[in-house]
């Protein structure tokens, strides 16, 4: 079975500091990452660098997605592959309303996957029922995308995206950042509908709150830009009891 | 070609009744302004008496006129007198076929899908067969002619219609309007002349015909647009293929007379040659546009989308004279390399409850400054006046300039007026989130400018609103890295 990722001594920063020291994470189809730390671990940099992001540098190592070198790939093909990032904080884009800006999203995909754009009439009934996954009514289809939005309409609408891109690896940068208990109950409900046995989906978070709706298969525990610890979700539940210092603790004396 | 080199003798032999006694070759006048360049203008015209004396006013009006330094462009002093101010309009020799064009321009055809005969009418190809584009013109102009409406060459009027002409031109821009109005005034070459007949609207675009017709009228154009009693014309100036021409300065006058109940649209689509990425070699583009709305409930509306010349220099504005009138204007002013655009326009409102309404688009790139200037003026006779303004820039990369200069002047308290601004940029953030959503970096300049421009290019005719759309993403591409 090849794994959807494959990161192997991964090393990247930005502007000469280094912030990822050496990453070596496999993802396989049908399970769920969680990816925690403190504040300033390299979270939403890992993040960042698997997107594509141009600020970030990759100093060394490899990420290969679905078997094909991630980094030789430009952000776009990344996506058109099927590498998803849900924003820890989206975009705004005035004047482009979300059913167009998704309709380019979808047909870009769908070209690169050598289909035919979707009809209007099939996009748009494909669009109101995947909107139901996260509650969102229909008139944020014709509204500029996330102009206006409230933090937890932002959030959904990324998880709705999600919905219609259809990923094969999701990576949620600290969607529950600016949550509350409701809107964090329907993203997370949405994520769970779109489990599959095929795809898989890391989700990066601060706290074993979000762990509670969406159950991880592994937790991963990134401190100083390495993953110190792996575990199962249990894992999560002990850094909530005991906060990250033991792990720091003992990371120090492990280097 | 024996027709036209007839027609060359005939316009070179004809006798000068003005005494005009240098040695000139046929086709081309010295460089330089004087009286008697304004004097021979109007005899190759063949001209009335009272057209060259409004001429020759104009001239002696434009010697104590100074060129106007308050636009926020900066380019060369011109030197008036290097430019020539006559060249006949003898043909040059085309490209054979479409093979022989710059690859490059018709790579830019394509992607604005202009069909491929009119590719060969616009690059000048010699075109043997007869043009479809031929008939249709017959047909279209058969179908005018009986709905009692003019449609022709400014030349024609003044030849034809000399009481119509005599009555409006000058009378929305005056001889001394500005420099550059005064200049054309003296020295305009051609342009066109519309008249609808009361009650009749123009049942066509006259785009369509008009973008067969309009080539080679020169550098100094003169448009004149009358719409009776209750009638209506849409007119399209301008093309989205890119146009290059080596006249470097160009200063059109347009004027438009709105009767009582009529309804003139103007829209601009204009891609000049904006010089290359150093800026080199652009049109400078000094238009004097303006409407009035004569009579009671008449309508002025200007649609804009600016995208070429190296400097742009208009404001397409609105008398509001009749009670009731509305003046509308909407524009896209995009600005790439190192363009420079100061654009905008001036509604004046002088009848009882005039509205105005401006909604103005600009988008800068590159090295490019673009610039909003406006001024909406209620005189105090203007019982309930209203205006609204939208000016909104959009900035794509960090070494672009957008300026806003509204100007509000109302003389009546029971005028409303608003204005609203706003600046956006696409930065970075934007087009990486585009990019993680599978759209490339151009595609995603397009969708958002093309968004952003939405409400300007809704105003144009539908055929130029999908041709504008594609042109806009060109006009933009390469201009983020």
Redesign the interface.
């Known amino acids: 079975m090849t794994p959807i990722l494959q990161i192997t001594d991964l090393t990247a920063g930005i502007e000469e500091r280094e912030i990822l020291k050496g990453i070596t994470l496999t993802v396989n189809p049908g399970e769920v990452h969680a990816i925690m730390g403190p504040n300033g671990s390299g979270k939403s940099t890992l993040a960042s660098v698997l997107?594509?992001?141009?600020?970030y540098t990759v100093t060394g190592g490899t990420v290969s997605f679905m078997g094909k070198d991630l980094l030789d790939m430009?952000?776009?093909e990344?996506?058109?592959e099927g590498m998803?990032?849900a924003?820890q904080y989206?975009?705004e884009?005035?004047?482009?309303?979300t059913a167009?800006?998704l309709k380019?999203?979808v047909n870009?995909?769908r070209k690169?996957r050598g289909q035919e754009p979707l009809a209007p009439a099939a996009f748009l009934s494909l669009m109101r029922e995947r909107m139901k996954l996260v509650e969102m009514d229909q008139s944020f289809l014709s509204r500029?995308l996330n102009d206006g939005f409230s933090g937890g309409e932002k959030k959904r609408n990324e998880i709705f995206?999600m919905a219609m891109?259809e990923p094969v690896l999701a990576v949620l940068d600290e969607t529950d950042s600016g949550l509350d208990i409701d809107a964090l109950r329907i993203v997370a409900g949405g994520v769970n509908a779109l489990r599959s046995s095929s795809t898989a989906t890391i989700v990066i978070t601060h706290y074993q709150r979000l762990l509670d709706y969406i159950v991880p298969d592994v937790v991963h525990v990134l401190w100083n830009g390495r993953i110190v610890r792996s575990g199962g979700k249990e894992l999560a539940l002990e850094l909530e009891k005991r906060g990250y210092d033991w792990i720091k603790a003992e990371s120090a004396v492990e280097a | 070609m024996a027709q036209e080199s007839a027609i060359l003798d005939e316009v070179v032999q004809s006798d000068y009744k003005y005494g005009f006694t240098t040695d000139i070759e046929q086709d081309l006048l010295p460089k330089g302004l004087t009286a008697d360049v304004v004097r021979f203008i109007s005899e190759k015209k063949e001209e009335p008496e009272w057209m060259l004396a409004w001429r020759l006013k104009a001239y002696e009006q434009w010697l104590s006129m100074k060129e106007p330094t308050w636009p926020n462009v900066t380019y060369p002093k011109i030197d008036f007198q290097e430019i020539i101010y006559w060249a006949s309009p003898k043909k040059k020799e085309g490209p054979a076929s479409l093979d022989e064009v710059d690859p490059e321009l018709l790579a830019t055809f394509v992607k604005l899908g202009i069909p491929i005969e009119e590719q060969k009418f616009l690059t000048g190809v010699a075109v043997d067969v007869v043009l479809d584009s031929v008939s249709v013109k017959t047909t279209f102009q058969d179908k005018l002619e009986e709905l009692g409406i003019i449609f022709c060459p400014m030349s024609e009027a003044i030849r034809e219609h000399p009481e119509l002409v005599k009555k409006y031109i000058g009378s929305v821009v005056p001889t001394n309007d500005n420099f550059y109005a005064a200049l054309n005034s003296a020295v305009f070459s051609d342009g066109s002349f519309v008249y609808i007949p009361k009650g009749v609207r123009c049942p066509i675009e006259l785009s369509t015909y008009f973008r067969i017709n309009a080539r080679n009228t020169g550098q100094f154009e003169r448009t004149l647009i009358i719409a009776d009693e209750g009638s209506y014309v849409s007119y399209l100036e301008g093309c989205t293929a890119p146009q290059r021409d080596e006249n470097q300065l160009h200063a059109a006058v347009v004027e438009l007379v709105a009767h009582a109940d009529a309804e003139i649209k103007y829209s601009t689509v204009q891609n000049w040659y904006p010089g290359d990425k150093e800026g080199k070699g652009g049109i400078y583009n000094f238009v004097t546009k303006r409407g009035i709305c004569e009579g009671a409930r008449s309508k002025i509306s200007w649609t804009q989308v600016e995208t070429g010349s190296a400097i742009t220099w208009k404001y397409p504005s609105v008398i509001l004279k009749g009670d009731h009138s509305i003046g509308e204007f909407y524009s896209v002013a995009v600005t790439n390399h190192m363009q420079q655009a100061d654009t905008g326009t001036k509604m004046m409102h002088i009848g009882k409850h005039t509205r105005s309404r401006i909604v103005s688009k600009g988008i800068s790139a590159g090295l490019s400054q673009n610039s909003y200037r406006g001024l909406v003026k209620v005189l105090k006779v203007a019982t309930g006046a209203r205006n609204y303004s939208q000016c909104d820039s959009l900035l794509i990369g960090d070494q672009c300039g957008a300026h806003t200069f509204p100007y509000l002047e109302v003389a009546n308290k029971t005028a409303t007026v608003e204005h609203e601004a706003?600046t956006?940029k696409i930065g970075?953030?934007?087009l990486?989130?585009?990019?993680?959503?599978?759209?490339?970096?151009e595609?995603a300049v397009a969708?958002?400018v093309n968004?952003?421009?939405?409400e300007v290019l809704n105003q144009l005719p539908m055929e130029f609103a999908v041709e504008a759309q594609k042109l806009l993403a060109i006009s933009l591409e390469g201009s983020v890295g």
């Open positions: 997107a594509g992001r141009a600020d430009a952000p776009e990344r996506a058109r998803f990032l924003f989206p975009v884009i005035p004047g482009v309303s167009n800006f380019t999203s870009e995909l690169h500029s995206q891109l | 706003t956006s970075e953030d934007i990486f989130y585009c990019n993680q959503r599978g759209i490339d970096t595609s969708l958002i968004g952003y421009a939405r």
